[in-house]
C-alpha cells in the first residue's frame, strides 16, 4: 500500500511536502501556505546564482544615483549570464519588463520578483496536478491542484521576495514549521 502519490512525485523534497499537505484533507490551510513558501526558498537556494539578486539590487540603487534614468536596462542585460536558466531567468525576465514599463522603484522590484516567484509556484502546482493524473485519479488531481492555488494566493510570497532582496531582513517570510510529534499534538487551531 502507498503513503500517496507524492512519495514518488520526481520534484524536490520541498515540493513533495507541498503536494503531501495538499493531498491531505486534514492539513490546514496554513501548513501548505508554509509548505510552499519553503519549497520556493529550496527552489531559490538551488536555482540562483551567486550575484544576480546582489546584481539586481546594485543595478536599482546605481540608477537612484544616477543622472541618467535610461540605463538601467542595459545594467540588468548584463546580468543575462549570470541568471542562468530557471528561476534566476524568470526573476530577470520580470524585473526587465518592470523597468521596460517605467516601473523602476524598490516596491515595483519587490512587486516584479514576487510575480516571478509566484510564477514559479504555479508550475509547480501544475507540474504537481500532472503528476497526480497519472499516479491517481483526475478529482483527486483536481482537488490537491486547487488546495496548492489557494495557497498560492494566501501566502506570503512577497514577504519571501523582500527577503530575497534583503530589504527588510528583521522579517521572515516563513514562520517557523511546527513538526508534530504524537497523537496529543493534534491539528493547529
Known sequence: MSDGPYKSLPMRPGWQRV????????????????????????????DL??????????????????????QLVPQLEVLREVAGSGLGRTILDYVVETVERGR????????????????????????????????????????VRARIDGAIQNASIKGLARDLLKQDISRTSARSSFKQSGLDDGVRL
Not at 550575484?51 to 546605481?62: E, P, Q, S, T, W
Open 19 to 46: 503536494a503531501k499537505y495538499g493531498d491531505i484533507s486534514a492539513s490546514a490551510p496554513e501548513e501548505i501556505n508554509d509548505a510552499l513558501v519553503g519549497a520556493l526558498q529550496g527552489d531559490c537556494r538551488s
Open 49 to 70: 546564482r551567486p550575484g544576480l539578486i546582489d546584481g539586481i539590487v546594485n543595478a536599482f540603487k546605481d540608477q537612484e544615483l544616477s543622472l541618467f534614468k535610461d
Open 104 to 143: 523602476n522603484s524598490n516596491d515595483d522590484l519587490e512587486d516584479a520578483v514576487a510575480n516571478a516567484l509566484t510564477d514559479r509556484a504555479t508550475k509547480g502546482s501544475r507540474q504537481v496536478e500532472e503528476h497526480y493524473c497519472r499516479e491517481s485519479s483526475a478529482p483527486r488531481a483536481r482537488k
